[in-house]
């Protein structure tokens, strides 16, 4: 079956960087748009990036415009999230995400989903 694993995440400082990891298995990956979603408490499931099956689109939300960078390395099924200058609002649960082909923002057009790592950023 379809496993979405995320790794990476952690305690960070703000202005500072890190990076996540989704490794994926069970699917077609290179067909697949992959997306970072985040959760912080109280609040909704929002995007935060997406790249398309082909790594010809990129998408980010715009608090992270300029700051996080989304790339795909499709020979190792993997997605990741770079994430610099980090600041205290970062702070979240982040998922990883897979539908077909093209990015879409709303959590509820995606298919997978990872299980989420928790990503706390202190000021």
């Known amino acids: 079956q379809v496993q979405l694993v995320e790794s990476g995440g952690g305690l960070g400082q703000a202005g500072g960087s890190l990076r996540l990891s989704c490794a994926a298995s069970?699917?077609?990956?290179?067909?697949?748009?992959m997306a970072w979603f985040r959760q912080a408490p109280g609040k909704e499931r929002e995007f935060v990036a997406g790249?398309?099956?082909?790594?010809?689109?990129?998408y980010y939300e715009d608090s992270v415009k300029g700051r996080f960078i989304i790339a795909r390395d499709n020979s190792k099924n993997t997605v990741y999230l770079r994430m610099n200058t980090l600041k205290p609002e970062d702070t979240a649960v982040y998922y990883c995400?897979?539908?077909?082909?093209?990015?879409?923002?709303?959590?509820?057009?995606?298919?997978?989903w990872g299980q989420g790592t928790q990503v706390t950023v202190s000021s």
């Open positions: 995400a897979a539908r077909w082909q093209r990015v879409t923002i709303q959590p509820i057009d995606y298919d997978y």
């Open positions: 069970g699917m077609p990956f290179s067909s697949y748009a």
């Open positions: 790249i398309a099956w082909n790594d010809d689109s990129k």
